[in-house]
């Protein structure tokens, strides 16, 4: 007996248990009285599709899409890009251009200041609120007159032995000044 369930539309087979009882691989088939099997109606697209998934380079493409639909995503709830404000493919695509170029702007912000050797401004917003000044880190190494790096002596860690440290002049700016 088969019918097609609605509600997870499948396919359902029932065996009666007169049938189940004189076959020859029952103890293979099943341990009750009859067998109930039910197959999805697409059931021939989606075994492709499953065998597609077991692909590594599925896993890679899936890793791809992360990334992207990430982007959509903070668009969409931490820009405001959840409704767009007007209409016509031109207006749309102008507010699209914007919260995209805010959304790069906002990752420049973080790169330079997570790869920089200068300490970040007291006063930079994050989200809307005004976040507290950061203390800048002593680096153990200084930027001489020509550009190159120097390492100072291990005796200057903290900020007391620092007072007395004689800073270079930025370039170009001892010539003006004498």
């Not at 906002?106 to 950061?134: C, D, H, M, W």
Request: aromatic content about 6%; proline content about 5%; hydrophobic content about 35%.
């Amino acid at each position: 007996m088969t019918w097609i369930n609605a509600r997870n539309r499948t396919q359902v087979y029932v065996a009666t248990p007169k049938r189940c009882r004189d076959c020859r691989q029952k103890a293979q088939c099943t341990t009750g009285s009859y067998r109930q099997i039910a197959i999805h109606v697409h059931e021939a697209a989606r075994q492709p599709a499953r065998e597609r998934a077991r692909v590594p380079a599925f896993a890679a493409a899936r890793r791809q899409r992360r990334r992207l639909e990430a982007l959509f995503a903070e668009l969409k709830n931490q820009i405001g890009l959840r409704r767009l404000r007007l209409r016509r493919r031109k207006f749309v695509r102008e507010q699209f251009l914007l919260a995209a170029t805010a959304q790069n702007l906002k990752r420049l912000v973080q790169f330079l200041t997570r790869n920089s050797l200068q300490p970040v401004p007291a006063a930079s917003y994050e989200r809307g609120r005004i976040r507290k000044e950061r203390k800048p880190v002593i680096s153990t190494q200084e930027i001489t007159s020509e550009g190159r790096v120097a390492r100072k002596p291990e005796s200057f860690n903290s900020h007391s032995d620092l007072s007395n440290v004689s800073r270079p002049s930025p370039v170009g700016l001892s010539a003006a000044v004498e």
